[in-house]
């Protein structure tokens, strides 16, 4: 079970990726982030939500996409980090 970050009121995201299983936690402006195995962030900018995760690799951006298309990405991340 993967520890995933997300951005407070993507709610859709949230509840589909705890039905895949994974330890989603709320992240806040300028979180550690470090114990993340990946964050979501809203908009593409991660910087400007004070997200530090292990690695660019492990941010996914949420901006235009639907729950189940982040939730995809996430286990994309998730594969490249256990290669």
Known sequence: MARIGIQTGLTDIENELQSRGHDVVHMQQNTETSDCDCCIVSGRDADVAGVSPQGQESIV???GL???EVSER???VLANQNK
């Open 61 to 63: 951006s949420a901006d």
């Open 66 to 68: 639907t729950a189940q």
């Open 74 to 76: 996430v286990e994309q």
